[in-house]
């Protein structure tokens, strides 16, 4: 029987990690698409820029049976700094892709984001209004409503802060620990935790769900000062160096939803 043949955006990432791993282990022929490499010999990789719609051409030749886009610029200061670099990876992207996934009639899946949300009440619904309080949340945003009316079986999945020893949130600040460099981290600021590895597991059977906007928080909801206790007892490193703090102490560039909490 052949196997399933799934396009990977993103790959090189963290959560493209995950993924990789995830749809090997399931038995899926995988096709990873990144701006670099990381010479994974279990995958087929393509090295091209998403933001240029040249890349399609790269697809032409595949007989690809699904699609899960990842790669994006979660860098919310960068995306706040140069708005129309944003635009082009984190929503032209996505409307090239699933167009293409949409005149193949073949399942697609979109991460978004929690930062979609303003973080006035937390404990988001699918069905509750989103607000972005930055350029990142609104291309998201717009990114999502793009997909769907598009493609109406697409599935849309916002995800919520995540946590994995690839990369990400958690190598950040055990790497900052590990120098002896003192964190502030903020007590009013909520997110729904998620690891990395289950959201690869939720992501993969996501190819099979019915289209639409979907939700997908982690188990429990930790502040950042708390995630950063867990984290720093996890790798057994001091927690001394964490310092809790609000989003008004600190002078930040771009404006983050404070409760950003989600629920299915």
Known sequence: MKKMHILITGHTGFLGHYLTETLISKGYQVTGLSRGKNSNPKITEIQADLSDSTFLKELEDLSIDGIIHAAANGNIDACEKDKQAS???????????????????IPFVFTSSDQVFDGEKGQYAPTDEARPL?????HK???????LSIYS????????LM?????????????HLLSGTAQILFTDEIRSVLQAK???????EALNWKGGLYHLPGPKDMNR??????????????KSLLIPGKQGD??????????????R
Do not use: W
Not at 87 to 105: E, P, T
């Open 134 to 138: 930055n350029s990142y949340g609104t």
């Open 225 to 238: 000062y708390e995630l950063g206790v867990y984290l720093a007892e996890k790798h057994g490193l001091d």
């Open 163 to 175: 946590i994995g020893g690839y990369g990400g949130y958690e190598k950040a600040l055990v790497k």
């Open 250 to 263: 600190v002078n930040l560039r771009v404006q983050r939803p404070k409760n950003a909490t989600m629920r």
């Open 153 to 160: 079986e697409a599935v849309v999945c916002r995800m919520p």
């Open 87 to 105: 635009f082009a990876i984190n929503v032209k992207a996505a409307l090239d892709l699933v167009k293409y996934a949409s005149n193949k009639k």
């Open 198 to 204: 289950d959201a690869a597991q939720l992501l993969a």
């Open 141 to 147: 945003l717009a990114a999502e409503k793009g997909v």
